[in-house]
Every structure is written in C-alpha cells, then in structure tokens.
C-alpha cells in the first residue's frame, strides 16, 4: 500500500540526547514536511524539503535539524538545542506544486 | 500575517445530531486556498477538502458540507447525521501561498459523537 511511514510511534529520550525520527514514502511524492504538535495548538512547520538534497527551515526551526538524501526519505534530528521537545511529530508528503498533503501517522516524544 | 481560528475548542453531540464546526481566517491576500482536514485517534490528518479564494460555492460530499463566505471570512464545516465514527479532531488551514510549506493551522476542534 502506498503511504507514509513514521517510526517509532513512541519515542522517549533523556535531557542532553539527540534523536532522530524516521519518515519514509512510497508514494514518488517530491516534497515532505514536518510538523509539531502540541495540546490544543494547531500545526507548526519544522522544515519542509520540495526536491532531494535542498531543504528549508519552516517556523520553529530552531534545535532541529533534517536531511534529504534520498526522496523516499525525510528524517528529522531533535537535538539537545530544542528546550521543549515533548510533543507530537508529524511528517507529510505532496505532489511538487499545489495538493493535498498525506500525513503519516505521527511519532509521540517524550523527554524523561 | 495569515490566521486561521477555531473558536470551538471542544464539542460533544449525539449520534444522528447535526453539527457544525466554524473556521475563521484573516489574510491580505485576494488568492489564498482553504482546508480542512481530519486527525482520528490513530494521529494522521486526512484531508477532507481544499477551497480557493475565488470559489464561493458551498460544496457537499455525503454527509459532509461546507460554507465558505468571504463577507465574513469563514469556511464552516457542517456534518448531518452525526456517527460515532466521527470522532476526531478537526483543523481547519489557510495557505496564501498556494504551497503546503506557508500553510497556517486553527488550533483544531474536538468532536466527540456519542452514541
């Protein structure tokens, strides 16, 4: 089935850690974004990649960090700089120009 | 700057109710797109409908409706016949751009259809 793949569902990291979450498609999709969530709050853009090897800091760029090596494949680092990482991810796919995006079913992260 | 607002933070109806969940938005610009999407528990959005700024017409798919008013700068989302299937959490999203990377989020709607 074509889709979009976040892995881990849960993911818990200690203060002073970085983490990286997986995004992947199989739909040929050319961009891909990454989106936080928190309680009660809307969506916000982390970063968004329109073609392979180019990215763009979306609002709340600060203390993440993504590549985009391959254009099935969008992950996205959490580092030690990001003071409030706890919070709901997720990644989207779109056709280059103007459509729907699909989303991927999230990754939870909670610091401990 | 683009805004999008959900007033509606939380509501509760019972199956086979009507209910109608606003959305109002503020933007400069004459050419901007309109969304909504949905978040089931499973945590994915779905995309429900997308509405540029030069059609007004209101749109219906099943169940589903929509009343876009530029008078009054909303897009309302209607269900007739609510399930409990229903239950979610609804956004509604503006994009002046016409790219996915400017889009603007409510803060979202929580719909809990009970049965």
């Known amino acids: 089935d074509g889709g979009i793949t976040q892995s881990p569902k849960y993911l818990f990291r200690k203060e002073g850690q970085n983490v990286t979450l997986s995004c992947e498609q199989n739909?040929?999709?050319?961009?891909m974004y990454w989106y936080r969530q928190d309680p009660g709050q809307g969506l916000r853009l982390i970063y968004y990649?329109?073609?392979?090897?180019?990215?763009q800091k979306g609002d709340i760029a600060e203390g993440y960090s993504v590549s985009r090596e391959k254009k099935e494949s969008f992950p996205l680092t959490v580092t030690s700089a990001q003071k409030n990482p706890t919070a709901f991810y997720l990644c989207?796919?779109?056709?280059?120009?103007?459509?729907?995006?699909?989303f991927g079913q999230g990754t939870r992260l909670t610091v401990v | 700057a683009q805004k999008v607002t959900q007033a509606q933070t939380e509501i509760s109806v019972v199956e086979k109710e009507d209910v109608t969940l606003d959305c109002v938005y503020e933007?400069?610009?004459?050419?901007?797109?309109l969304f909504w999407y949905k978040q089931p528990p499973s945590g994915e959005l779905v995309f429900l409908i997308r509405?540029?700024?030069?059609?007004?017409q209101n749109e219906i798919s099943g169940r589903y409706s929509w009343n876009f008013q530029k008078s009054t700068s909303s897009f309302n989302f209607t269900i007739t016949a609510s399930q409990v299937v229903d239950s979610a959490v609804y956004f509604c999203?503006?994009?002046?751009?016409?790219?996915?990377?400017?889009?603007?989020f409510g803060a979202g709607t929580r719909l809990t259809v009970k049965p």
């Open positions: 989207a796919s779109s056709m280059a120009g103007y459509t729907e995006a699909f």
């Open positions: 739909l040929n999709h050319d961009a």
């Open positions: 990649s329109q073609i392979v090897n180019d990215f």
């Open positions: 933007t400069r610009d004459t050419t901007y797109y």
């Open positions: 509405r540029n700024s030069f059609d007004e």
């Open positions: 999203a503006l994009s002046e751009g016409g790219n996915n990377n400017d889009m603007r």
